[in-house]
């Protein structure tokens, strides 16, 4: 089985992107986050590009919570500027970020590829 998320780095935007797609849980996404931190930890300001817009999430209200207080409290992680892009305004993933936002991470969300890569070179 492979996982339904792919990670890549660009030198020239110095920015990771991790893209989610089909139906991805909060494991899948542990795991991303988890493979993240091991290849990318050196980088002194880690910029993430997450897009979730062909992700159909499968995760619960508690289990959203749950992966905002991984990344939150994660030495590497907490650091992070993170932009997400999402297909909609209302995706259900939404509610992790919002957490993640209220714990004073420094992550927004987008509906703009562009917008998100502007925002996350400032």
Not at 15 to 43: K, N, P, S, Y
Not at 47 to 53: C, F, K, P, Q, S
Request: glycine share 4%.
């Amino acid at each position: 089985m492979s996982p339904n998320f792919k990670i890549r780095y660009s030198r020239s935007s110095r920015i990771v992107r991790i893209h989610l797609m089909g139906r991805i849980g909060l494991d899948e996404r542990l795991l991303a986050a988890r493979q993240l931190v091991v290849r990318f930890r050196h980088l002194a300001h880690l910029r993430l590009l997450v897009d979730a817009r062909y992700a159909h999430s499968m995760m619960t209200t508690e289990e959203q919570e749950r992966l905002a207080d991984f990344v939150c409290a994660h030495p590497v992680l907490c650091r992070a500027r993170i932009a997400v892009l999402f297909s909609s305004r209302f995706s259900p993933s939404l509610g992790a970020l919002q957490n993640m936002v209220q714990r004073g991470q420094d992550a927004r969300g987008f509906l703009v590829e562009g917008e998100a890569l502007e925002w996350l070179n400032r």
